[in-house]
């Protein structure tokens, strides 16, 4: 079983930053491919970027792409989403997630199996 102690969220201005993080616990960590989604209220849950088991495939939702970055450190069984120039529309809770799909970076939500608590990212006008 993998868990998730998923930090970062907050209130920003838009046009801000922040970062999440997303640190796991078990040592299978660098087997997997992880991901991060999103919730807004009465919405749908929402793929944002996924990143693969070795760090060489990156994917990004078209509505963050150039603004968001994700990175993995295997060392400290964490992975990161930096947020940048951030808008209103973005704000949701986010949700850090692992696939077993080592090889690849999944964009659906059905590939992944372990799921973080959530935090809040609140974009402010």
């Known amino acids: 079983q993998v868990q998730f102690v998923e930090s970062g969220g907050g209130l920003v201005q838009e046009g801000g930053s922040l970062r999440l993080s997303c640190t796991a616990s078990g040592s299978i960590f660098n087997t997997m491919s992880m991901g991060w989604f999103r919730q807004a209220p009465g919405k749908e849950r929402q793929f944002v970027a996924s990143i693969s088991g070795n760090g060489g495939i990156t994917e990004y939702a078209d509505s963050v792409k150039g603004r968001f970055t994700i990175s993995r450190n295997d060392a400290k069984a964490t992975h990161y989403l930096q947020l940048s120039t951030l808008k209103p529309e973005d704000t949701a809770v986010y949700y850090c997630?692992?696939?077993?799909?080592?090889?690849?970076?999944?964009?659906?939500?059905?590939?992944?199996?372990?799921w973080g608590q959530g935090t809040q990212v609140t974009v402010a006008s």
């Open positions: 997630a692992a696939s077993l799909y080592y090889a690849d970076a999944p964009v659906m939500g059905d590939r992944y199996f372990y």
